[in-house]
């Protein structure tokens, strides 16, 4: 079958760091996939990932372990507008699979 | 470029009516998805095109809903019967290319149809 886990919801402070992690388990694999999603607004695409290693964008990075089935992006310098939900999404058989996202609660 | 067009923004109809929600893709892009997103369920993949051509419906829940490309730039997804269970946000997207090919394949999405049905 075709898996993706991700916490329901975190919470963190302004200013600090956070974790946001993603397991998955899919038939194939083309590619790992961050979207961001405000409240009552369409996702937006982040990052993409398709070898091991970490991609930095900014105050944004991904990481990507294909041999664990691992990935997760790290926020840093947290502000209130990265109050959202992230999307972990596996490109498998050139298709998006998508987990049920983490709700990122910035608190100041 | 605009981005991704889609009206009605919310639709609020009762039980047994036809919805029809409409989308208009990102110039030049050759692939369009429609997606449904509700909290119990998150985002699930109803169908796409290419090149204006449906590739892949299994994501259609059902023969009460129907989806269209006349054309590049206009897509239509019915709903005909509706029914309560159909309330949800609709997205449309756009993308240059399948997820991985040759790059991304990023998703730009428009900004949604939230649907109530009463």
């Known amino acids: 079958g075709q898996n993706i886990d991700q916490p329901t919801e975190m919470t963190a402070t302004e200013g600090a760091i956070v974790q946001i992690n993603c397991t998955y388990q899919t038939s194939g694999f083309n590619g790992l996939f961050w979207y961001q999603q405000h409240a009552g607004e369409a996702p937006t695409f982040l990052s993409y990932?398709?070898l091991d290693g970490l991609e930095e964008k900014g105050r944004f990075s991904s990481f990507l372990s294909r041999s664990k089935g691992y990935s997760y992006l790290l926020l840093k310098e947290l502000q209130m507008k990265d109050s959202a939900s992230y999307l972990c999404?596996?490109?498998?058989?050139?298709?998006?699979?998508w987990g049920a996202g983490t709700k990122l609660i910035i608190k100041p | 470029d605009a981005g991704v067009i889609q009206s009605p923004r919310h639709e609020v109809t009762e039980m047994g009516q036809e919805v029809t929600l409409r989308c208009k893709p990102i110039?030049?892009?050759?692939?369009l998805f429609w997606y449904r997103q509700t909290m119990m369920r998150g985002l699930e993949l109803l169908i796409y095109f290419n090149n204006n051509v449906p590739i892949d419906d299994s994501g259609m829940p059902e023969d009460r809903f129907s989806a269209k490309m006349p054309n590049a730039s206009f897509s239509t997804l019915k709903i005909q019967p509706s029914e309560p269970r159909d309330s949800a946000v609709y997205f449309c997207?756009?993308?240059?290319?399948?997820?991985?090919?040759?790059?991304?394949?990023?998703?730009?999405f428009g900004e949604g149809s939230r649907l109530t049905v009463l």
């Open positions: 999404a596996v490109g498998s058989n050139y298709q998006l699979i």
């Open positions: 990932n398709v």
């Open positions: 110039s030049g892009h050759d692939y």
């Open positions: 997207a756009s993308s240059s290319r399948l997820a991985g090919v040759g790059g991304t394949g990023e998703l730009f």
